[in-house]
């Protein structure tokens, strides 16, 4: 499965971006996509994920009550509409899919295919 995020930027705090991630190739074998994201001299981490089948959705604490994921089956897309943003939420948000059978939607080890990427970044 090949993935194209984007919709990053620069923003105030306070608003918002809202990312996406469209998947092509066999995009039928997707059982979740997740969102993640990396800091500068930070480790990559879990922000939310959604199942492709039934639009159950996981999320970060600290994405709790201001981010959004959401899905568009027919146009093989993913969303992640990102409100109150934070300075600290200043990051590289990067998408993959996971196939069937995922033990831990959390953690990155769980996902096969990768995007490349998009920046955020939130000014104070």
């Known amino acids: 499965v090949q993935l194209q995020a984007s919709g990053g930027g620069l923003v105030q705090a306070g608003g918002s971006l809202r990312l996406s991630c469209a998947a092509s190739?066999?995009?039928?074998?997707?059982?979740?996509t997740g969102w993640f994201r990396q800091a500068p001299g930070k480790e990559r981490k879990f922000v939310a994920a959604?199942?492709?089948?039934?639009?159950?959705?996981y999320y970060a604490d600290s994405a709790k009550g201001r981010f959004t994921i959401s899905r568009d089956i027919a146009k093989n897309t993913v969303f992640l509409q990102m409100n109150s943003l934070k300075p600290e939420d200043t990051a590289v948000y990067s998408c993959?899919?996971?196939?069937?059978?995922?033990?831990?939607?959390?953690?990155?080890?769980?996902?096969?295919?990768w995007g490349q990427g998009t920046q955020v970044t939130v000014s104070s």
């Open positions: 959604i199942r492709r089948s039934d639009g159950y959705t």
């Open positions: 190739g066999r995009a039928f074998s997707i059982y979740a």
């Open positions: 993959a899919v996971g196939p069937p059978r995922m033990l831990d939607i959390r953690s990155t080890r769980a996902y096969a295919d």
